[in-house]
């Protein structure tokens, strides 16, 4: 080997990738979860409508077998956006069956939101951020409540809309209604660095678990 060449390696030389520093202070866990959450939804949205479909199956299946209208008369659930999955059939389902559904609407700024009763075949109107909601404020309190998850970690934690509607909801209920967050098993993270103002559900259910 000539004298001034460098020696060379059977392969590359590997560097440590670089390791994340994780947030600590609130601002850089709301710069944080802002992030994940496009990424989520980005992911979520590109996602075929037919492959959503099939991975939304199981999760309607397991509601189907835990909600009745004998032990949940009023069932609280969301309108789809941004590639959520789609409970509006199985909401149906429950008012055939002699149960009320409410949906989530906006009436204030920082405050809890109200379930508004929904009646199948009823025209709906634009809410906050223009989210269908009914056209008559007729308000119901859920006993069981499915909320809609961006990102989730195994404390049963929920990263949302970053809006906090549902934390302010849960927190003036009383009672507290069942909380069951439902999404896609790859929206899991490994945390959300919940903080005191966060409430965990009661069980998350994804295509892959429940619990």
Known sequence: MPKDEPPEYSSPVCYAPEVE???TTWNEI?????????SIIARRMAR??????RLSEPV???????????RYPVLGVYWPIRGEIDLR????HHVEAGGTVGLPVVVQDAAPVEFWRW????ALKRGRW??????????????????PLVGFDAGRYRLGYGGGFYDRTLAAATPR???????FADAELPTIYPQPHDIPMDVIVTERLSG
Not at 30 to 38: C, E, H, L, N, T
Not at 60 to 70: F, G, K
Not at 89 to 92: D, V
Request: glycine letters at 4%.
């Open 21 to 23: 520093t994780a947030p």
């Open 30 to 38: 709301k710069a944080w979860r802002k992030v994940q959450r496009a």
């Open 48 to 53: 075929d409508p037919a492959d959503r479909n």
């Open 60 to 70: 309607i299946e397991y509601l189907r077998s835990i909600i009745d209208v004998t």
């Open 89 to 92: 059939e199985f909401a149906r």
């Open 119 to 122: 009646r199948p075949g009823v």
């Open 130 to 147: 223009n989210i269908p909601v009914p056209p008559q404020r007729d308000v119901v309190s859920p006993d069981v409540l499915v909320v």
């Open 177 to 183: 209604p069942h909380t069951i967050g439902i999404a």
